[in-house]
């Protein structure tokens, strides 16, 4: 029923911007408005970490590997996610996922996330 689609990964030289999106479907709108969703990133031979989530405006969490020069933002009318990336380094590079809770309204430090984009690759060269 929930289905997330990124888009906007690329390549980049450091120091560099870029944005990512996720494109949301099967929320209602006060679903999407309500609901957890996350950024993650996985590199190869590493773990997947969380780079950000967010449920309403005010709740946005940053690692503190990326607090500063990302920012995590919904926009609720066209239930898309974002994720601005600035001063990226080459330590940056990785798959890049998006995710949604399952259960609106559930606080992301509570929740779980039950649905995953398909993943866009984000390379920065130094």
């Known amino acids: 029923q929930v289905h997330l689609v990124e888009s906007g990964g690329g390549s980049v030289q450091a120091g560099g911007s870029l944005r990512v999106s996720c494109a949301v479907s099967?929320?209602?709108?006060?679903?999407?408005?309500?609901?957890?969703m996350g950024w993650f990133r996985q590199a190869p031979g590493k773990e997947r970490e969380r780079v950000a989530d967010?449920?309403?405006?005010?709740?946005?969490r940053y690692a503190d590997s990326v607090k500063d020069r990302f920012t995590i933002s919904k926009d609720n009318m066209k239930s898309i996610l974002y994720l601005q990336m600035n001063s990226l380094k080459p330590e940056d590079t990785a798959m890049y996922y998006c995710?949604?809770?399952?259960?609106?309204?559930?606080?992301?430090?509570?929740?779980?996330?039950?649905?995953w984009g398909q993943g866009i690759q984000v390379t920065v060269s130094s």
């Open positions: 995710a949604a809770d399952g259960n609106p309204g559930t606080d992301c430090r509570r929740g779980s996330y039950d649905y």
């Open positions: 099967g929320y209602s709108y006060r679903e999407f408005r309500n609901v957890c």
């Open positions: 967010i449920r309403m405006v005010y709740s946005a």
